[in-house]
T-cell receptor
Framework: KAGVTQTPRYLIKTRGQQVTLSCSPI?????VSWYQQTPGQGLQFLFE???????NKGNFPGRFSGRQFSNSRSEMNVSTLELGDSALYLC???????????FGQGTRLTVV | TQLLEQSPQFLSIQEGENLTVYCNSS?????LQWYRQEPGEGPVLLVT?????EVKKLKRLTFQFGDARKDSSLHITAAQPGDTGLYLC?????????FGTGTSLTVIP
């Protein structure tokens, strides 16, 4: 059974650009959650999608958005990048029923 | 806000020593997970505990879920350098997960 796949693994962007990150969950899982992890702030919840609908949302500005497709794959978009957006972005896959969450390897985004 | 506080935040010990990491909350969770994360990688699920008072062992790691399902502990016996990493607890309630603040463990050879 394949795990959670995040692409790309590494990304370098300049301020003001936008970026799209992708996450393919474990087969059969309908929930995908996105997190931002930085050394100073720890793991911060961005949003969760379940069956193509955003079900929960964290406290991030509108520059951060996401979507989920009918095959449960999810994308996260960050527009007008700022230096402070540099972080490890993680997605987690789960059944959506409050059971275990499994993480991908993450996308390391560096904004210069 | 359902916060999970972990202690200690940082821990540096010698190989062979024992240690305990705590995960505390004022909220009740239906289950609690422990993860280990290495630098630049995603967290890897170690264990899930569901029943109050439950104890699970994974080789040298012992996990306990509090009777009231509000707290948990992770005990490592005879720590090894390979145990080095960031340990995260996560509580599940409804359809949401709440992550702890993390414990960074360094085991010195």
């Amino acid at each position: 059974k394949a795990g959670v796949t995040q692409t790309p693994r590494y990304l370098i962007k300049t301020r003001g650009q936008q970026v799209t990150l992708s996450c393919s969950p474990i087969s059969g899982h309908r929930s995908v959650s996105w997190y931002q992890q930085t050394p100073g702030q720890g793991l911060q919840f961005l949003f969760e999608y379940f069956s193509e609908t955003q079900r929960n949302k964290g406290n991030f500005p509108g520059r951060f958005s996401g979507r989920q497709f009918s095959n449960s794959r999810s994308e996260m978009n960050v527009s007008t990048l700022e230096l402070g957006d540099s972080a490890l972005y993680l997605c987690a896959s789960s059944s959506g029923l409050g059971t275990e969450a499994f993480f991908g390897q993450g996308t390391r985004l560096t904004v210069v | 806000t359902q916060l999970l506080e972990q202690s200690p935040q940082f821990l540096s010990i010698q190989e062979g020593e024992n240690l305990t990491v705590y995960c505390n909350s004022s909220s009740v969770f239906s289950s609690l997970q422990w993860y280990r994360q290495e630098p630049g990688e995603g967290p890897v699920l170690l264990v899930t505990v569901v029943t109050g008072g439950e104890v699970k062992k994974l080789k040298r790691l012992t996990f306990q879920f509090g009777d009231a399902r509000k707290d948990s502990s992770l005990h490592i016996t005879a720590a090894q350098p390979g145990d080095t990493g960031l340990y995260l607890c996560a509580g599940a309630t409804g359809n949401q997960f709440y992550f702890g603040t993390g414990t960074s463990l360094t085991v010195i050879p």
